[in-house]
């Protein structure tokens, strides 16, 4: 690799406006408009518990409202039945329980939090029915210490925690650091350019020049990866401290990720521009649009077309660089385990490098008759 070209390729970056805009800028932009957009929607609200009264006209079930403190899911009050229906006419609780003839719950309209209690209900008279009829026909049981030992909530499933904040919105900005790395395929596409000679008078008078063009090629590459992936840092740390998104505490395997995602996005343009023989204005534009595709697949613009994709079609997003890098970082903020970022962070590089060695064999083979 050759230094003074790196170092001027990296300044020619450093001075393109469009580059600047669309590798740099851009993605600062986006995120400042999701910022905007989801700040609000992932907000946590504290649960209030539901309003219920208890009429202290007929006899409740024993045990009935200690169960419903228990649960820390009801404000119990203790009142009349004519008092209850003042409270429930005025909307100042979700519904009041009487005991007449059975356990009834009165209420005005259905609702989340109606529901919350006739499901209690329902669940407590099941349990409950179920404890007398075994009683009844066992009594010996009541000395055996059966309701001390009955359990009535066996859990069958173990809760185990995946990451300390789960915030479903940060897909969207995993997507655009995906987009932040593709987006320097069209620098890629350029930097070939550069080095066919049939494509300008810069890229001819660089043939003819002492340094072989793989060297030119790869040392225009490099400075792309590196402008690209300062452009990401940049871009993770204005959102994770000016905009306060919680990335998690594994920032250096999400740092690498996007190492090997600079790297690859380079390399799938400069294919891309050895492949297709059409003006490089037009190579680019194309480029430009298939890596916001790509983007839109990992779920940048709709979260759900990631797993729409991953469950209609997963060998797309086991080919498409975006959703990799997504799906890397999607694993490493809601996983203890790092099987699935691995397997993500292999299947970019190899990407990666088998457009590398494609370019490279193609790039090697062409021959110019005179320039």
């Known amino acids: 690799m050759s230094f003074l070209i790196f170092k001027y390729s990296f300044k020619s970056l450093l001075k393109d406006k469009m580059a600047l805009f669309w590798m740099l800028c851009f993605p600062l932009i986006l995120s400042t408009f999701f910022n905007l957009a989801f700040s609000n929607l992932m907000s946590?609200?504290?649960?209030?518990?539901?309003k219920i009264a208890i009429t202290t006209d007929y006899a409740m079930p024993e045990g009935l409202d200690n169960t419903m403190n228990e649960s820390n899911l009801f404000d119990l009050s203790y009142t009349t039945e004519t008092e209850a229906k003042e409270l429930l006419s005025d909307k100042k609780i979700t519904g009041y329980i009487k005991n007449s003839n059975e356990l009834e719950l009165v209420i005005l309209s259905s609702g989340l939090n109606q529901s919350i209690v006739k499901v209690f209900l329902d669940n407590y008279i099941q349990v409950s029915t179920t404890i007398y009829s075994i009683i009844d026909g066992n009594p010996q049981l009541i000395q055996m210490g059966f309701l001390e030992n009955a359990?009535?909530?066996?859990?069958?499933?173990?809760?185990?925690?995946?990451?300390?904040?789960?915030?479903?919105?940060?897909?969207?900005?995993?997507?655009?650091?995906?987009?932040?790395?593709?987006?320097?395929?069209?620098?890629?596409?350029?930097?070939?350019?550069?080095?066919?000679?049939n494509q300008s008078t810069l890229a001819a008078r660089i043939n003819v020049a002492p340094t072989h063009k793989l060297k030119a090629f790869l040392?225009?590459?490099?400075?792309?990866?590196?402008?690209?992936?300062?452009?990401?840092?940049?871009?993770?740390?204005?959102?994770?401290?000016?905009?306060?998104?919680?990335?998690?505490?594994?920032?250096?395997?999400?740092?690498?990720l996007c190492l090997v995602g600079c790297f690859t996005g380079p390399m799938f343009g400069a294919l891309f521009g050895l492949l297709v023989k059409l003006k490089a204005e037009v190579k680019e534009m194309l480029l430009s649009n298939i890596c916001m595709v790509m983007s839109?697949?990992?779920?940048?613009?709709?979260?759900?077309m990631k797993y729409i994709v991953q469950e209609k079609a997963p060998i797309i997003a086991y080919i498409n660089p975006a959703n990799l890098i997504t799906d890397g970082l999607y694993a490493l903020y809601y996983y203890d385990t790092f099987e699935r970022y691995f397997l993500n962070l292999t299947l970019l590089g190899s990407l990666g490098v088998l457009f590398c060695t494609i370019s490279i064999m193609v790039l090697r083979r062409q021959k110019y008759a005179s320039i």
């Open 296 to 304: 839109f697949l990992s779920g940048l613009m709709v979260l759900q």
């Open 151 to 197: 359990s009535f909530n066996e859990k069958f499933t173990e809760d185990t925690p995946a990451s300390d904040s789960m915030n479903m919105i940060v897909i969207y900005y995993f997507a655009l650091l995906a987009m932040t790395c593709l987006l320097s395929a069209v620098a890629g596409c350029n930097a070939i350019s550069l080095v066919q000679a």
């Open 44 to 50: 946590n609200e504290s649960f209030e518990k539901v």
């Open 219 to 256: 040392s225009m590459i490099s400075a792309t990866i590196c402008f690209q992936f300062l452009s990401v840092i940049i871009a993770i740390t204005y959102i994770t401290q000016v905009l306060k998104v919680e990335f998690g505490d594994k920032l250096l395997h999400i740092g690498v």
